[in-house]
């Protein structure tokens, strides 16, 4: 949009309608020259932004697979650490719980031994009365 200069009349009487004409167009002409040159510089500075923009986007990017990857390394390694931690832990568990099954086991086994000699001996002095009783 042009603007359009309006010149005092002592102007345009002084030096002619044609010279103010002249300056009028030319102030214009250079308006216009300013504005598209301001234009191109705009258009190139956010071609610019743009362009460092995507850089950043892209090295930014590029920092956010590092540490994915990076992040993904220490799972997987403390995914084995833990396997290896979890397995030494179960066989730990199922040696103790071996050795008290045997433990339990053995001291049922003298248990009962105990329980059926003492019962054995119950049934034999039991017997050992009941006989005579029954043979009068």
Do not use: C
Not at 14 to 43: P, Q, T, Y
Not at 65 to 82: F, G, S, W
Not at 112 to 135: D, E, S, Y
Request: hydrophobic content about 45%; charged content about 35%.
């Amino acid at each position: 949009m042009p603007i359009t200069a309006k010149l005092a009349r002592e102007f345009y009487e002084r030096f002619g309608d044609k010279v103010v004409n002249e300056m009028v167009d030319l102030f214009n002409r250079i308006d216009e020259a300013s504005r598209s040159d301001l234009h191109a510089f705009n258009e190139q500075n956010a071609l610019r932004f743009e362009a460092r923009l995507d850089q950043r986007y892209a090295e930014l990017d590029a920092k956010i697979d590092k540490r994915y990857a990076e992040l993904d390394t220490k799972i997987d390694r403390v995914r084995t650490e833990l396997g290896a931690t979890i397995e030494g832990v179960e066989t730990r568990l199922d040696a103790k719980i071996d050795t008290k099954t045997a433990e339990i086991l053995a001291s049922v086994e003298k248990a009962l031994h105990a329980q059926t000699r003492w019962m054995i001996g119950a049934w034999v002095v039991v017997i050992g009365m009941v006989l005579p009783l029954w043979f009068r």
